[in-house]
């Protein structure tokens, strides 16, 4: 039996990276058997809410409390080979530049077996009031959250 990968933060080279697990089911494939392109991107997604709720910041209750949300502003990603059906892959998390405004997150995904890297990127989250969408400041409680 298999050990699962639970989710969680990993320490390298004095760097905090936050480590998810996800699976390729059918509906992250297109009709060659490997993952859509655009989904590297959700698997993403998911692996930043799970960093962020993994420091106690839940993004709804967040947008209750303080009136504020997070919005990708950019991306940029490189795919490096294919992830297929049911395969088993760690996708990372890892702050690169924090701003008073945005945050710059640093993102990968890899297989759990060997650890090969499929795709690599950089997602700009900025801070936005959510009534009217504007720029606003990061609230100092998330940003004393991600450099602990």
Same mark, same amino acid.
């Given at each position: &039996? !298999?050990?699962?990968?639970?989710?969680?933060? /990993?320490?390298?080279?004095?760097?905090?990276?936050? /480590?998810?697990?996800?699976?390729? $089911? @059918?509906?992250?494939?297109?009709?060659? %058997?490997?993952?859509?392109?655009?989904?590297?991107?959700?698997?993403?997604? !998911?692996?930043?809410?799970? @960093?962020?709720?993994?420091?106690?910041?839940?993004?709804?209750?967040? !947008?209750?409390?303080?009136? %504020? &949300?997070?919005?990708?502003?950019?991306?940029?990603?490189? $795919?490096?080979?294919?992830?297929?059906?049911?395969?088993?892959?760690? /996708?990372?998390?890892?702050?690169?530049?924090?701003?008073?405004?945005?945050?710059?997150?640093?993102?990968?995904?890899?297989?759990?077996?060997?650890?090969? =890297?499929?795709?690599?990127?950089?997602?700009?989250?900025? @801070?936005?009031?959510?009534?009217?969408?504007?720029?606003?400041?990061?609230?100092?409680?998330?940003?004393?959250? =991600?450099?602990?």
């Amino acid at each position: &039996m !298999r050990t699962p990968i639970r989710a969680g933060a /990993v320490e390298a080279r004095g760097e905090r990276t936050f /480590v998810h697990p996800v699976r390729v $089911y @059918w509906e992250d494939t297109d009709a060659g %058997g490997i993952v859509f392109y655009a989904n590297y991107l959700k698997f993403f997604e !998911r692996a930043r809410t799970e @960093w962020l709720r993994s420091l106690g910041i839940e993004q709804g209750a967040l !947008r209750e409390s303080t009136g %504020g &949300m997070f919005v990708v502003s950019q991306t940029s990603v490189r $795919y490096l080979k294919p992830a297929r059906l049911d395969d088993e892959l760690l /996708v990372t998390a890892r702050l690169q530049t924090g701003g008073q405004a945005s945050l710059i997150i640093a993102q990968q995904a890899r297989t759990k077996q060997g650890g090969a =890297l499929l795709c690599e990127g950089t997602i700009r989250i900025g @801070w936005v009031d959510a009534e009217r969408l504007r720029p606003a400041r990061i609230p100092t409680t998330i940003l004393e959250a =991600l450099e602990q």
